[in-house]
């Protein structure tokens, strides 16, 4: 189960940081992983985490990113900064059942997702 919070609307050029906690049989010591989605458009990869800590971030956004996670509290994080109209999405939430993935941008290799938060970006 993976709740996604932090979202919300904010200016061109501004920072938000988003925080997606896990309960039951899944959360941070798994590979985990944020997608966003416009509507009428695929799911896209957006950056991972395995369960050494090890971070990877789409090339497009890199440099406005930082993924992390805190064991603790079983909870990930998303840091974008500088944002665009274009970062404007559905942003998601997921965790694989395997501490690391081969390939992180392919979504079949999540077993659960959130259900989504918007992130709304005004020029």
């Known amino acids: 189960h993976l709740v996604e919070s932090g979202g919300g609307s904010v200016q061109a050029g501004g920072s938000l940081r988003l925080s997606c906690t896990a309960s039951?049989?899944?959360?941070?010591?798994?590979?985990m992983a944020w997608f966003r989605q416009v509507p009428g458009e695929e799911r896209e990869w957006v950056a991972a985490?395995?369960?050494?800590?090890?971070?990877r971030y789409a090339e497009s956004m890199k440099g406005r990113l930082t993924i992390s996670k805190d064991n603790a509290k079983n909870t990930l994080y998303l840091q974008i900064d500088s944002l665009k109209p274009e970062d404007t999405a559905m942003y998601y939430c997921a965790a694989a059942r395997w501490r690391w993935l081969d390939n992180p941008l392919e979504q079949s290799g999540y077993a659960f997702w959130g259900s989504g938060i918007q992130v709304t970006v005004s020029s």
């Open positions: 985490i395995d369960s050494d800590g090890r971070p």
């Open positions: 039951g049989d899944t959360g941070s010591r798994y590979c």
